[in-house]
């Protein structure tokens, strides 16, 4: 069964408006959350890393004011596209890694700006 | 040098025939490896992970690491048109904590 569950699976909005995604951890505490995107395409590319209880760690070149995360429990990340424009639009996937497992991945979000 | 190196493809292999997918890697002290699976629109799945020098076999796949050579590689026995998607080499870096993945590797199974 999934493991990990992201909603919403696809999102069309207008540029200028935010637009919120939620991780969740099924089975398991997740202290660590990963969020990539991907452009049509083209490979995975890490965003971000969160840390329940604590701030996030992004990439070189994320825009942490625009991209927020919240880890606010064990089980939940989420992540604000704010003021999205056309070319956020992409393809937004989180993953939870716990112990020495692999990484699961929730089953992405579509994301589309007009 | 890029973390992970993989051959982008596209690899075309007939029906039945066994594919084989290669990847190289930059980590040394890496011990975790894995082989995910992604269907074009959909996010990754996790199909090998492999920790030790040798072969490992589930199914159809067999997946191979050599630590000294820094390289794994993915075996598909018995292709099936259901195996076209793009391949996804990674590995878990225990010093960056996190996890590296390669470009991808496009296999198309023809029928």
């Known amino acids: 069964g999934a493991v990990v569950s992201q909603h919403p699976s696809r999102v069309i909005c207008k540029s200028g408006t935010s637009v919120k995604i939620e991780c969740r951890s099924l089975?398991?505490?997740?202290?660590?959350m990963f969020w990539y995107r991907q452009f049509p395409k083209q490979s995975l590319m890490l965003m971000a890393t969160?840390?329940?209880?604590?701030?996030?760690?992004?990439e070189q070149g994320v825009e942490k004011d625009k991209f927020l995360i919240n880890h606010a429990s064990l089980t939940l990340s989420t992540l604000t596209v704010t003021s999205a424009h056309p070319e956020d639009s992409s393809f937004y996937i989180c993953?939870?890694?716990?112990?020495?497992?692999?990484?699961?991945f929730g089953n992405g979000t579509r994301l589309t700006v007009t | 040098q890029k973390e992970v190196e993989q051959n982008s493809g596209p690899l075309s292999v007939p029906e039945g025939a066994i594919a084989s997918l290669n990847c190289t890697y930059s980590d040394r002290g890496s011990q975790s490896f894995f082989w995910y699976r992604q269907y074009s629109g959909k996010s990754p799945e996790l199909i090998m992970s492999i920790y030790s020098n040798g072969d490992k076999e589930d199914g159809r796949f067999t997946a191979q690491l050599n630590k000294a050579s820094q390289y794994v590689s993915l075996l598909i026995r018995d292709s099936q048109p259901s195996d076209s998607a793009t391949y996804l080499c990674a590995f878990f870096s225990n010093t960056g904590n996190q996890f590296y993945f390669g470009t991808g590797t496009s296999l198309t199974v023809i029928p």
């Open positions: 089975d398991f505490q997740a202290t660590t």
């Open positions: 993953s939870v890694k716990t112990g020495d497992s692999p990484l699961h």
């Open positions: 969160s840390n329940e209880g604590s701030k996030a760690t992004y």
